[in-house]
């Protein structure tokens, strides 16, 4: 299979920019995130290809580095706009444009902050995304998707299974399947990432759920993916690791519960990963104040 790849060097770009909405270069992450997509909707597994291919594309011809391609820094954001704008709405001609047009210009943006230097990790994505949604929502009649108005019974879910939705609903996947493969994806690219994402996962619901919010939500992963994100981050085998990834989650979760429960971002299709990256830069910020201290 490596030599596979080898011959088709965009196929493997673009597997491992997939691979990379969870922080993960690896193409065998990213074609399991695929199939777990695919397991959703059709709709979402072509959009992600497509907007992850021309994000990497967009990369190519404008002589990005070479190893930044490789590594998939050019896809993820730009998977995340094609899922995205083809789980809200229904895939009209104009939505499979802005799904391609998307993820071209979600890579410009992220090569931005690549060269300014400059850990945005999911902001263009996000920006994209809330612009595209309130743009669509006030000039246009295009109906919601099916998953979107699809009601789920909260027999569906249940504590145990709450774990694994949060790594489902990182990419916008409701199905119990498919946030199994999700984690699955993870562990075999990270043990470490896997396993602090779900303790992130848990730790989300649970805060959320002392904090009152709805437990049907909580059971569906709305109220774990963003913990999942910020515990990836911060995962490794130091025991400071733990301690970084304790408080990314409490402060990811902190703003992800304050946004949600005022409504703030209704308007322009909720928080998205949002909290995850507001939490994570937070914490950076805190790494990099102690770090001054020191020396």
């Known amino acids: 299979m490596d030599k596979f790849f080898e011959k088709t060097p965009f196929i493997d770009n673009v597997l491992k920019g997939i691979g990379q909405i969870m922080l993960q270069e690896n193409r065998w992450t990213g074609?399991?995130?695929?199939?777990?997509?695919?397991?959703?909707?059709?709709?979402?597994?072509?959009?992600?290809?497509?907007?992850?291919?021309?994000?990497?594309?967009?990369?190519?011809?404008?002589?990005?580095?070479?190893?930044?391609?490789?590594?998939?820094?050019?896809?993820?954001?730009?998977?995340?706009?094609?899922?995205?704008?083809?789980?809200?709405?229904?895939?009209?001609?104009?939505?499979?444009?802005?799904?391609?047009?998307?993820?071209?210009?979600?890579?410009?943006?992220?090569?931005?902050?690549?060269?300014?230097?400059?850990?945005?990790?999911?902001?263009?994505?996000?920006?994209?995304?809330?612009?595209?949604?309130?743009?669509?929502?006030?000039?246009?009649?295009?109906?919601?998707?099916?998953?979107?108005?699809?009601?789920?019974?909260?027999?569906?879910?249940?504590?145990?299974?709450?774990?694994?939705?949060?790594?489902?609903?990182?990419?916008?996947?409701?199905?119990?399947?498919?946030?199994?493969?999700?984690?699955?994806?993870?562990?075999?690219?990270?043990?470490?990432?896997?396993?602090?994402?779900?303790?992130g996962s848990v730790l989300g619901a649970y805060l959320s759920h002392i904090n009152g919010e709805p437990i049907d939500k909580i059971h569906m992963g709305l109220f774990g993916f963003n913990a999942v994100l910020s515990a990836i981050v911060f995962s490794g085998f130091k025991k400071t690791d733990g301690i970084w990834v304790l408080l990314s989650v409490l402060i990811t979760v902190v703003i992800d519960d304050f946004l949600i429960d005022k409504n703030l971002l209704s308007e322009v299709g909720g928080v998205l990963t949002f909290p995850f990256v507001a939490g994570t830069w937070a914490v950076l910020l805190i790494q990099k104040a102690l770090l001054k201290q020191k020396k």
Do not use: R
Not at 31 to 56: D, E, K, P, Y
Not at 100 to 115: S, Y
Not at 165 to 179: K, P, Y
């Open 31 to 199: 074609l399991l995130f695929l199939i777990g997509i695919f397991m959703g909707s059709w709709q979402g597994g072509i959009a992600v290809i497509l907007s992850t291919a021309a994000g990497t594309y967009t990369a190519m011809k404008l002589n990005y580095s070479k190893s930044e391609i490789n590594a998939g820094l050019y896809g993820f954001s730009a998977a995340l706009v094609g899922v995205a704008l083809s789980f809200v709405f229904q895939t009209t001609l104009l939505i499979w444009i802005l799904i391609v047009a998307g993820g071209a210009l979600a890579a410009v943006i992220q090569h931005f902050f690549i060269q300014k230097k400059i850990p945005v990790f999911t902001f263009p994505f996000i920006i994209i995304t809330w612009i595209c949604i309130f743009l669509l929502h006030h000039f246009t009649q295009i109906p919601p998707s099916e998953m979107m108005t699809a009601k789920i019974e909260p027999a569906d879910y249940d504590d145990f299974l709450t774990c694994t939705n949060g790594f489902g609903e990182v990419i916008f996947q409701g199905g119990v399947l498919s946030g199994i493969i999700f984690f699955v994806a993870v562990f075999i690219s990270s043990p470490a990432a896997a396993l602090y994402g779900l303790a």
